[in-house]
C-alpha cells in the first residue's frame, strides 16, 4: 500500500505570495492532519479534515486554511505569504479520526519564503 | 503551543547502550504516543500508551506512564545506529482531540 505522499517537496516563495501544498492519504484513510514544523515552534498542529470538514483547527493566522476533497486528498493554502511561514509542512492521514488512531505521515514540503 | 517537553533536549550514547528520554506534560491527557523523525523527514509512529497504562513493550522498545507525574519515558535497549533521530512525545487530552507533540530528543547513536 502506498505512504502519504506530499507535493511539492521542496517550494521557494517570495514574501506576499500565496502557496498551495498538497497530500494524498493512504488508500481508504478519510482524516487528514496538517502540521508546521519549525526550529523555534516545534511541531504545530495547523488543521484536520474528516470526510470533506474541519473537525480541528489550531491557533494559526486566517492566512493559513485547507479543504479536504472527496477521494479524501487535501489541500493546504497560506496566503500573503512571511518569513516566518518558512517551515517544514506535514501531513498526516488516519483510518477515522480518533486521536488514538495512529497517522503516517508524509515527508513533509519545505517552504522558504524570501 | 507545547504540551508536553521532552528531556533531554539532546542525547549522545555508543551503539549497544541504553537510551532513555523522557517526556513531561501539562493537562490530564487520554493517550500518550511516541514518534520518531528522521533528519526532517516525516514521523513514525512507534508506541501508544492509554492514560489507564504504566507501561508497554514493543521489540526493544519500553515505555512507562506516570500520569500522577505528568510524565512518560521511552527506553530503548540495545541502540542501532539506525536509531540516530529525533524522537517526540504527543498526547490527546480530555476535551482536546487534536495531538500535540512535544519538543522532541535528539539521538545520536555513536558507531
Known amino acids: 500500500k502506498a505512504g502519504v505522499t506530499q507535493t511539492p517537496r521542496y517550494l521557494i516563495k517570495t514574501r506576499g505570495q500565496q502557496v498551495t501544498l498538497s497530500c494524498s492519504p493512504i488508500?481508504?484513510?478519510?482524516?487528514v492532519s496538517w502540521y508546521q514544523q519549525t526550529p523555534g515552534q516545534g511541531l504545530q498542529f495547523l488543521f484536520e479534515?474528516?470526510?470533506?470538514?474541519?473537525?480541528n483547527k489550531g491557533n494559526f493566522p486566517g492566512r493559513f486554511s485547507g479543504r479536504q476533497f472527496s477521494n479524501s486528498r487535501s489541500e493546504m493554502n497560506v496566503s500573503t505569504l512571511e518569513l516566518g511561514d518558512s517551515a517544514l509542512y506535514l501531513c498526516?492521514?488516519?483510518?477515522?479520526?480518533?486521536?488514538?488512531?495512529?497517522?503516517?505521515f508524509g515527508p513533509g514540503t519545505r517552504l522558504l519564503v524570501l | 503551543s507545547q504540551q508536553g517537553e521532552e528531556d533531554p533536549q539532546a542525547l549522545s550514547i555508543q551503539e549497544g547502550e541504553n537510551a532513555t528520554m523522557n517526556c513531561s506534560y501539562k493537562?490530564?491527557?487520554?493517550?500518550l504516543q511516541w514518534y520518531r523523525q528522521n533528519s526532517g523527514r516525516g514521523l513514525v509512529h512507534l508506541i501508544l500508551?492509554?492514560?489507564?497504562?504504566r507501561e508497554k513493550h514493543s521489540g526493544r522498545l519500553r515505555v512507562t506512564l506516570d500520569t500522577s507525574k505528568k510524565s512518560s519515558s521511552l527506553l530503548i535497549t540495545a541502540s542501532r545506529a539506525a536509531d540516530t533521530a529525533s524522537y517526540f512525545c504527543?498526547?490527546?487530552?480530555?476535551?482536546?482531540?487534536?495531538?500535540?507533540f512535544g519538543t522532541g530528543t535528539r539521538l545520536t547513536i555513536i558507531p
Open positions: 498526516a492521514s488516519s483510518l477515522t479520526a480518533t486521536p488514538q488512531e495512529t497517522q503516517y
Open positions: 488508500s481508504g484513510h478519510r482524516s
Open positions: 479534515y474528516f470526510s470533506e470538514t474541519q473537525r
Open positions: 493537562t490530564s491527557i487520554n493517550n
Open positions: 500508551i492509554r492514560s489507564n497504562e
Open positions: 504527543a498526547t490527546d487530552a480530555f476535551g482536546n482531540e487534536k495531538l500535540t
